[in-house]
């Protein structure tokens, strides 16, 4: 990006508020100079190919304007994302809003760099933004507010009889500067096996869909918009507020420990029992206290695990552990954190280390002695001029006059050398000693303790990063380390400069409903890293996606990348969204439904990630788009909320009709043998296959190999093209009814009459004779079987054959007749002879073929 001038740049980004009469607006400055938050990434690495709008609404009138009269729209929270497709950006000329107007105070948003409450306690501070409910033990907040600062809020919530406060029930994030909306839409986990990440926290949810209108859902209202509401990377709607369950603050201790890799791999398989007893214990309806209890004995459980593998022979990778335990405290405890005995000065280092992400060495900046080490005295916080105090916290503060409150620019110091404001980077040691210095005195509250203001680096310095992880089951957890573990060394020891490279480890459970959520299929070991924006780590990729570690990519961090640029593995690979399994189905089927236009899908990326399909097993052929909706999807009596056919429609994740892959689909669905051999992970575990057949697990790269070498393999193929479907066999032609007998005529005395005289035995037919009957059935039988079947190749293949068998029933009833007429009764022969046949009937129900003796140059006649 090329320099502006402060002056250029200011009057660039001057308010446009004439220009929008519903929602203040800021339009792109150039085409080479994209910094704004919304229309970049928080750090200026990602920005919207697509170049939306930028805007703000402050009210939910103004939102409603800016919704319903949009083409395509997006909400933007903090900008805490690593993906320039669908996750965060609108279609060209749609609008990307962002949230922060949305709250009353503008100090609780992402806005600003952090939000301290007030000394005299958050109770002081009355709100719309965070209103809590002591007697249910609830807290209804605006999806604007930021991680941070209702922890904060809550923490420090004080009243003369109640000094507590309270927080939420588990750790569910890593870091806190994103907002509450982004943390529940995004599907974010923490390191809780026995409570899930944000969105299964949620008790309910309120938000805007496509056509304006605002709904509120929860388990019992609306249940199926509720699970895809949540996690749901604001696809249905834009969240305006969530409520949650709180508890009582109490004590959080943190317990470190180092371990080797037998040593981590021996508490993995640990896991893997108590999980296994757990999950037994909560699908036989156990107690939940006690199936989450089991889930708590485990090592790994709320442990954030750093491992460290550093360059050189001999030195082996090592594991190094986090633990927090927390100990709740009753309502009348009175526990008090300023009442801990720690001096003023070392408060104000602790909240100095905590704001500017510094707590955390392994995941803060280097906390060696040198240019970044900690200071050991307020004073010599202050006198400390170096750039890292406060540079990643700038946000709004650094506006340019003019500029409005609620949007603010990217972060200049990780991606971008030169930026649009003409201000400087504060020092956070002034800041925080000029205006929250009778805050900072006290004892940071026990949140700081499991959370981080960090966003995180690349080699322990200012640059420009991505944050990759992969979700691997828990079942695949042993193997999958064993696997990794040459690979992460070969990606340490190829980087020139870095000694130690950090590996995150964080382990989640299943307490997620939410359709989309990765937390919600199974528990899962989750493994993160930070890499350069344009690197593309493929032989990491390439263990973590394989067959040892089948894992998921976290979506709500890099906004399903490898469904847009492709897959190293290929193109044949599962992809995370076939690894969601039918519940895609049931979230599109709800999107189709709530967004029919696509007002949430975002650009050209966006909607190829958001298509919807199945195989649909009445027409044999992959269905996606309006022919998904109209076919798999529909209303329960008594529903609001569409669902998914499953009797009907077996989901296809978002393979698009006439693709290569929807042949590869068809394919394998025709055969059960395909299916078992090629897709059968799910098979494993005891599911019905029409939930499993065409998501997670099949490998698309050998049915690629079987396709090409069975393609003319009886009538198996692609069914891309959608072709109507196969005509109906043709029924088998009804006879004439026979005429009415002639009245009979009237009897005569009954005389009686001498017998008839016997008939002389008939003389059987030559073998000539025989050949030539066979040869004139056989002739004529083929041309009505291929006359009857109009040219359909199957039908005509059916009645060849059939007229096959009808003239080999004809030859060895005439050898029969042959060798036996000599002891038949004189009278009727016995072949025509209905008395003599099964029940009055012919055993040839469809076809009766009747054949007359005939002498030498008869014609031959063969009726149907």
């Known amino acids: 990006a090329g320099h502006m001038p402060s002056q250029a740049g200011s009057a660039a980004c001057l308010l446009i508020a004439a220009a929008s009469a519903h929602y203040v607006e800021r339009q792109p400055q150039s085409p080479n100079h994209f910094d704004t938050v919304g229309q970049v990434n928080f750090q200026g690495g990602h920005a919207c190919k697509t170049k939306p709008k930028i805007g703000s609404a402050s009210s939910i009138a103004e939102l409603r304007a800016a919704v319903t009269d949009a083409d395509s729209i ?13 996750m965060a950006c609108a279609d060209f000329d749609g609008t990307n809003i962002v949230t922060a107007g949305l709250c009353s105070d503008i100090d609780l948003t992402a806005a600003k760099p952090f939000y301290l409450a007030p000394a005299g306690g958050s109770r002081a501070h009355v709100t719309d933004d965070i209103v809590v409910d002591e007697d249910t033990l609830t807290v209804v907040v605006k999806s604007c507010v930021t991680v941070q600062a209702l922890l904060e809020y809550l923490a420090h919530y004080r009243t003369p009889t109640f000094v507590s406060g309270y927080t939420l029930e588990s750790p569910s994030t890593f870091y806190a500067g994103m907002t509450v909306g982004g943390a529940v839409a995004g599907g974010t986990h923490g390191v809780s096996l026995s409570h899930g990440g944000w969105a299964g926290k949620v008790l309910e949810v309120r938000a805007m869909l496509a056509d304006g209108s605002i709904v509120k859902a929860s388990k019992n209202w609306r249940p199926r918009l509720f699970r895809a509401l949540k996690a749901g990377a604001s696809r249905l709607g834009i969240l305006l507020d969530v409520k949650l369950g709180i508890i009582v603050q109490g004590d959080v201790e943190e317990e470190q420990h180092q371990m080797n890799v037998d040593e981590y791999r021996k508490q993995v398989r640990i896991a893997k029992s108590l999980i296994d007893r757990s999950m037994d214990s909560r699908a036989n309806n156990g107690d939940e206290a006690q199936w989450r209890h089991l889930l708590s004995e485990s090592v790994l459980h709320d442990r954030h695990t750093i491992l460290h593998v550093r360059q050189g022979e001999g030195r082996d990778p090592k594991f190094v552990t986090r633990k927090w335990k927390f100990f709740p405290r009753g309502r009348e405890a ?15 280092l602790k909240w100095l280390a905590y704001l500017d992400g510094t707590n955390w060495g392994s995941d803060g900046w280097s906390v060696e002695e040198g240019l970044y080490a900690p200071a050991h005295s307020w004073t010599m916080a202050l006198a400390t001029e170096t750039e890292i105090h406060g540079d990643h916290l700038w946000k709004n503060v650094l506006n340019n006059p003019g500029d409005p409150d609620e949007l603010w620019y990217s972060d200049p110091m990780e991606c971008l050398a030169d930026h649009s404001s003409s201000s400087h980077v504060p020092r956070l040691p002034h800041l925080l000693d000029e205006q929250y210095r009778a805050r900072i005195k006290m004892f940071p509250e026990p949140y700081t303790t499991w959370t981080t203001m960090a966003k995180g680096h690349l080699d322990g310095g200012h640059n ?3 944050w990759t992880e992969y979700g691997v089951p828990y079942t695949q957890a042993e193997v999958c380390i064993e696997r990794f573990l040459p690979v992460m060394r070969e990606m340490v020891d190829n980087r020139e400069g870095l000694t130690d490279f950090h590996f995150s480890f964080r382990w989640t459970g299943i307490d997620d409903d939410s359709w989309l959520s990765p937390n919600g299929i199974m528990p899962r070991m989750w493994i993160g890293f930070s890499t350069s924006v344009h690197e593309e780590t493929v032989s990491v990729h390439n263990v973590l996606r394989g067959g040892a570690c089948k894992s998921v990519e976290n979506w709500g961090a890099h906004g399903w990348r490898h469904e847009i640029v492709g897959d190293p593995l290929g193109p044949h690979s599962n992809s995370t969204i076939e690894q969601i399994g039918p519940h895609w189905c049931h979230f599109g089927c ?13 650009g050209p990326d966006g909607r190829e990630v958001w298509t919807f399909s199945a195989f649909d097993m009445q027409v044999r052929r992959i269905v ?27 989901c296809a994740a978002n393979i698009q009709e006439s693709t290569h892959k929807a042949d590869l689909a068809c394919y394998v669905i025709k055969s059960d043998e395909l299916m078992r051999s090629y897709c059968g992970v799910h098979r494993e575990q005891g599911q019905p296959w029409n939930s499993w057949a065409l998501m997670s697990g099949c490998n698309w790269e050998e049915l690629e190999r079987h396709w090409t070498n069975h393609r003319g393999w009886e009538n198996i193929g692609g069914c891309n093209q959608a072709p109507p479907p196969p005509k109906p066999l043709p029924p088998t032609p009804t006879p004439p009814p026979s005429p009415p007998p002639n009245p009979s005529p009237p009897r005569p005395p009954p005389n009686p009459r001498p017998p008839p005289p016997p008939l002389p035995p008939p003389s059987g037919p030559d073998d000539a004779t025989i050949a030539k009957v066979v040869a004139a059935a056989s002739t004529e039988a083929a041309q009505k079987a291929a006359a009857a079947v109009g040219g359909t190749p199957a039908g005509g293949i059916l009645f060849i054959f059939l007229a096959l068998f009808i003239v080999q029933a004809v030859c060895l009833w005439k050898l029969f007749r042959h060798f036996t007429k000599n002891k038949q009764d004189v009278g009727i022969p016995r072949s025509e002879d209905l008395a003599h046949v099964s029940g009055g009937r012919t055993r040839l129900e469809e076809v009766a073929v009747e054949l007359r003796q005939v002498g030498e140059g008869e014609d031959v006649r063969v009726s149907d």
Request: proline share 4%.
């Open 334 to 348: 009175k526990f008090r954190p300023d009442s801990h005995h720690q001096s003023p000065d070392m408060n104000m």
């Open 464 to 466: 420009c990063y991505n």
């Open 590 to 602: 709800l999107a189709e439904q709530h967004d029919p236009t696509d007002k949430f899908a975002g």
């Open 624 to 650: 996606s788009g309006k022919a998904f909706e109209d076919t798999c999807c529909g209303l329960q009596a008594g529903e609001l909320d569409a669902t998914f056919d499953e009797s009907r429609c077996l």
């Open 74 to 86: 997006k909400a933007v929270g903090a900008g805490m994302s690593w993906s320039q497709n669908h």
